[in-house]
């Protein structure tokens, strides 16, 4: 079974700096999604970036960024420039890429506090 | 454009008693799938549908039933509640072989006392 890893349960960051939050994944699959979550204190789930397995290229959203390291089975959101607005937890979830696989697999988050 | 649409948002049960969590979507997505919120534990896939008339399991389906009679809605039952069921609740979907994951209803906080 897959399962997704999330080792830092609290990340804080200085406003306007930069904060790397870490994610690796177990999977025997070469096809797969990869994606980060952010949920604010209002709870609602937003898609922040996603990454296809077989893009080699690192997926960019304005300031956030991943570090997508296949052969290690890591993916790491980078958050530039942090913003009060980036205050939440982080959630990294896995996907398999075929038709009925559509199951998300989440890691247990990391919760981000921007200090002003 | 109404998304993923969850009622109650909030909900207090008492021991033993049943409810049913609603799940709308008009964005015509195929799969649908229910999730639980607990801390330190992320989310995790209570039960799950491909189509109308198909359902499966997830991880921690027990004491939970669903049923898809229509592609828009997919119920979550609580067949007699459970301390262990206070969570967070969220439906979600997306069309199948889609690689730009779900989206979220705004979650059912329950309380079980």
């Known amino acids: 079974a897959q399962t997704v890893t999330q080792s830092q349960p609290e990340m804080s960051v200085q406003e306007a700096e930069t904060v790397t939050l870490s994610c690796t994944y177990d999977t025997s699959e070469s096809d797969y999604y990869l994606f980060w979550y952010k949920q604010p204190p209002s709870r609602q789930m937003i898609l922040v970036i996603r990454q296809e397995a077989y893009k080699q290229q690192n997926a960019t959203e304005n300031r956030f960024s991943v570090n997508f390291q296949k052969a290690a089975k890591s993916f790491s959101l980078k958050i530039s420039d942090s913003q009060l607005g980036d205050a939440a937890m982080y959630f990294c979830a896995y996907r398999r890429a075929n038709f009925g696989n559509e199951k998300l697999t989440f890691g247990t988050g990391t919760r981000l506090t921007i200090i002003p | 454009n109404a998304g993923v649409t969850q009622t109650p948002k909030f909900q207090v049960l008492k021991t033993g008693q049943s409810m049913t969590l609603q799940c709308a979507q008009d964005?015509?997505?195929?799969?649908m799938s229910w999730y639980r919120q607990d801390p330190g534990m992320g989310l995790r896939l209570i039960h799950y549908?491909?189509?109308?008339?198909?359902?499966d399991q997830g991880e921690v389906p027990n004491g939970y039933n669903v049923s898809r009679s229509t592609t828009e809605d997919f119920p979550l039952r609580l067949l007699s509640a459970a301390p262990s069921q206070t969570s967070v609740y969220f439906c979600?979907?997306?069309?199948?072989?889609?690689?730009?994951?779900?989206?979220f209803g705004s979650g059912t906080r329950l309380t079980v006392v």
């Open positions: 549908s491909v189509g109308a008339g198909i359902t």
């Open positions: 979600a979907s997306s069309f199948v072989a889609s690689n730009y994951g779900y989206t």
């Open positions: 964005m015509n997505h195929e799969y």
